[in-house]
């Protein structure tokens, strides 16, 4: 069974500051993460991807990957209170059902992250 | 460019009562179609997941069922529900499940 762990939080953090939501998984083999923004009561949207090991920097927004330790992190610079949400990590690995090379993404419980003012 | 229409968005069921959700995809053919379910605090549990038509696969035992009787067209039913099977419910696409996942709205269903 894959696992993708996750804080639950809620992180708390004031305006301006850096948030750090980390998450772990559990399949070596596993080869593409995704961290999605979800708002209460809303589905999930992509905020980025990351296929290879280090940084990856989109705007305020920093995912990071270690494959060595199984861990996937996003930063989060200049926090603002748009930003409260909860954050899904996933993890996007073969389907042992489909063959021609389809995925499944297992996805984390998510961390609430809060940005106070 | 793809969109992808879920509803209804909100539900109330009594137990006992049957569920037909319904779901469908814009702009691109043969997606890679997910039925998830997000109970209240929890993550998103994968349900169903479809790669082509009439090609369903079951992650969770359930009295739940899925079909996908055309293309872009997901389904998701239930003869019977049960007061558990309140959730709220996400379909998704993407291309090959190797690229991002594209949601629906949603729909939040209370079984009374």
């Known amino acids: 069974q894959k696992e993708v762990e996750q804080n639950s939080g809620p992180l708390s953090v004031p305006e301006g500051a850096i948030a750090s939501l980390n998450c772990t998984y559990s399949d070596r083999g596993s080869q593409s993460f995704f961290w999605y923004r979800q708002y209460s009561g809303k589905s999930p949207e992509l905020i980025m991807f990351?296929?290879?090991?280090g940084d990856k920097e989109d705007g305020r927004f920093t995912a990071q990957l270690n494959k060595a330790s199984q861990y996937v992190s996003l930063l989060i610079r200049d926090s603002q209170p748009s930003d409260s949400a909860t954050y899904l990590c996933?993890?996007?690995?073969?389907?042992?059902?489909?063959?021609?090379?389809?995925?499944?993404?297992?996805f984390g419980r998510g961390t609430s992250l809060i940005v106070h003012p | 460019s793809q969109t992808i229409h879920q509803w209804p968005a909100t539900l109330v069921q009594p137990v006992g009562s049957p569920l037909s959700l319904e779901c469908t995809v814009e702009?691109?053919?043969?997606?890679?179609l997910y039925w998830y379910r997000q109970a209240a605090g929890r993550g998103l549990q994968l349900l169903f997941y479809s790669v082509g038509i009439g090609q369903i696969s079951s992650e969770v035992p359930q009295n739940l069922s899925a079909s996908r009787p055309q293309d872009r067209q997901f389904i998701l039913s239930s003869k019977k529900l049960l007061l558990s099977d309140s959730g709220f419910y996400l379909c998704?696409?993407?291309?090959?499940?190797?690229?991002?996942?594209?949601f629906g709205q949603g729909t939040r269903l209370t079984v009374v």
């Open positions: 998704a696409w993407s291309v090959d499940g190797n690229t991002e996942a594209f």
């Open positions: 996933a993890v996007q690995d073969p389907s042992p059902h489909a063959s021609g090379g389809s995925y499944i993404p297992t």
């Open positions: 702009g691109t053919s043969n997606p890679n």
């Open positions: 990351i296929y290879s090991n």
